[in-house]
Structures are given as structure tokens and as C-alpha cells.
Nanobody
Framework: QVELVESGGGSVQAGDSLRLSCGAS????????MAWFRQPPGEEREFVAS???????VYRDSVKGRFTISRDNAKVTVFLQMNRMKPEDTAFYSC???????????????????WGHGTQVTVSS
């Protein structure tokens, strides 16, 4: 397991943008599938987006076209660019990583052994 660290959370207005970052203290994440999950107030944690080592991505429907997950060429950091944010994006966001073989498993929270401590994102209307 690798300890992950997120940064970039905060409070914004609806329509604004925010970028989250996730790294592992310099350790390469090259072989890891990386993902972002979020937990809205009073709700279960939910999948947001994932990116496989080769670069293929998956998004939950409500963020498609607004959020972009990416990773830098050195594969040290993973980003979640959030544009045109909505109040319903308000949640505690966490990044996760793991060696995941199946494409279908990339949205499965149970498949990720490494997690960050999370960062709060609040969107006001």
C-alpha cells in the first residue's frame, strides 16, 4: 500500500473551477490505476473518475464534460480538474490507487488499497 496525499480543496462559487492533486511523496504511480471518490454530506462515498496506467479514463455521469482526471508524464501526480462546478459537487474528495487488472473494477471502491486522507470541496450557489 502506498500513502497518498491530496491537495487543492477549498470553497468556490457555482460555475467556478478547482483542481485537486494527489501524489505519493515522490513515489512513482506508473503501474497504479488512480481514482477520485467523494462523499457528499450525509451520503455514501461515490466514484468520481479513474485513470488507468495507459491513460484510459472513466467518469460518473454527473461530472462528464466538467471534470477531467489526468496524470503527469512522470506519473508522480494525478489531477482532477473540476470546471463549471455545482453545489451538488460539494463533498469530501479522496484519491485512491491500486493495481487493478479489470477495466470494470476501476469504479469499485473495494479494489483500491491505497487512500489519501481527503480534502473538502464546498461549492456555494
Amino acid at each position: 500500500q502506498v500513502e497518498l496525499v491530496e491537495s487543492g480543496g477549498g470553497s468556490v462559487q457555482a460555475g467556478d473551477s478547482l483542481r485537486l492533486s494527489c501524489g505519493a511523496s515522490g513515489r512513482l504511480l506508473g503501474g497504479y490505476t488512480m481514482a477520485w471518490f467523494r462523499q457528499p454530506p450525509g451520503e455514501e462515498r461515490e466514484f468520481v473518475a479513474s485513470i488507468r496506467p495507459g491513460g484510459s479514463t472513466v467518469y460518473r455521469d454527473s461530472v462528464k464534460g466538467r471534470f477531467t482526471i489526468s496524470r503527469d508524464n512522470a506519473k508522480v501526480t494525478v489531477f482532477l480538474q473540476m470546471n463549471r462546478m455545482k453545489p451538488e459537487d460539494t463533498a469530501f474528495y479522496s484519491c485512491a490507487g491500486g493495481y487493478i487488472d479489470s477495466f470494470d473494477d476501476t469504479t469499485n471502491i473495494r479494489k483500491y488499497p491505497s487512500w489519501g486522507h481527503g480534502t473538502q470541496v464546498t461549492v456555494s450557489s
